[in-house]
């Protein structure tokens, strides 16, 4: 890793099963986990533009790695300019981000782990295609030629197209948004229980996860997109479908994102994503890198206990940051790292 936020340069080697990053605040510990999330998913999980992961003055960032299943090993990098992401797959460049997501898959508590509760549905629907795509192998196609027909009947309402033209797209886009939402459904059938258990351990009460799929009613969505025609074009945009899809996370019945404390709301975020790192790695048969900063924010000693409990029961290479090592039993750290000014001691 070169030239990566307040970190110079760092070459580190990590325990198969639990890491921990500690130091003060500003210390760099978080920059170290938001680079392996890069290094799967090719993106910040805290910043929406990548040119400000590279270190100030420098021309740009690079990290490499290592990753091992049951197949082999791999050598991925990724390399971070102010032109774009260059993505490397076995000294290849060129690779796409899919390949990234297939050769790591990482998940990520965050700091603001809260706004997955609260925020825009967006988040929700990264988390919810992110176990899609790893366990449904032809979701990648479904979702890109879903987009492709998006696009294209878009394009036709800023252009002012006759019905008919608007109308082929309506059924290309039905046809293709059928495909994306029973791929979805499958699998929340299966995360769905996860997520009820998890959330049930983490706040002592009932958790429902509800599906929106994007678009109202019982109506088809051919019927759907007629009926939105004329707004559409108004707009200039499609304003229903799979991409406007989102995911309500419940507490006994009542609408999380208005009811539920900050820690209730880190929780159910913590909730969803675990629930996803468990049924992945089931489903693919291999340990993801699960990333999580600062699990103590928020929670009093008791939750913190079963929090920890519930993260570790998942058979995945695990990276805390903590700014202490409250409620980390010492026997359980395979790996220990010391962050001061963006530099990473190993402890003994």
Not at 1 to 18: K, Y
Not at 133 to 159: C, G, I, M
Not at 180 to 187: E, G, Y
Request: a neutral charge; proline letters at 4%.
């Amino acid at each position: 890793m070169a030239h990566f936020r307040c970190i110079g340069s760092a070459e580190l080697t990590f325990d198969p099963r639990i890491n921990l990053f500690t130091g003060g605040n500003a210390a760099g510990k978080t920059s170290f986990l938001e680079a392996i999330y890069l290094l799967g998913r090719g993106r910040s999980f805290r910043a929406a533009d990548n040119r400000v992961l590279i270190q100030s003055g420098q021309p740009s960032a690079e990290i490499g790695g290592k990753v091992q299943d049951a197949t082999g090993s791999r050598q991925v990098g990724v390399r971070v300019a102010p032109g774009g992401l260059e993505i490397h797959i076995q000294g290849t460049s060129g690779g796409t981000v899919a390949e990234l997501a297939s050769a790591l898959p990482v998940q990520a508590i965050h700091a603001d782990i809260g706004s997955l509760v609260q925020g825009p549905p967006e988040s929700r629907r990264r988390i919810l295609d992110w176990g899609v795509f790893h366990v449904e192998h032809s979701y990648l196609d479904s979702w890109r030629r879903f987009r492709r027909t998006l696009a294209q009947r878009n394009s036709a309402l800023r252009e002012g197209a006759a019905d008919a033209v608007v109308a082929a797209w309506d059924e290309a886009i039905a046809e293709a948004a059928a495909a994306v939402d029973r791929l979805r459904r499958q699998h929340l059938e299966i995360l769905q229980p996860v997520v009820e258990e998890l959330g049930r351990q983490l706040l002592d009460a009932p958790v429902f996860l509800n599906y929106l799929p994007g678009w109202a009613g019982d109506a088809p969505l051919q019927a759907a997109l007629l009926a939105n025609r004329e707004g559409d074009r108004q707009a200039g945009y499609t304003r229903i479908g799979p991409h406007r899809a989102d995911l309500r996370l419940d507490v006994a019945g009542e609408a999380s994102r208005w009811r539920a404390s900050r820690g209730q709301q880190k929780l159910l975020g913590a909730a969803l994503v675990l629930a996803q790192s468990m049924t992945v790695t089931r489903q693919l048969q291999r340990p993801i890198a699960l990333l999580v900063d600062e699990p103590a924010a928020d929670l009093d000693a008791g939750r913190l206990r079963e929090f920890l409990r519930l993260i570790l029961a998942i058979p995945a290479q695990v990276f805390f940051a903590s700014i202490t090592r409250e409620g980390f039993d010492p026997a359980m750290a395979g790996a220990m790292f010391h962050v001061e000014h963006g530099e990473a001691n190993a402890l003994l």
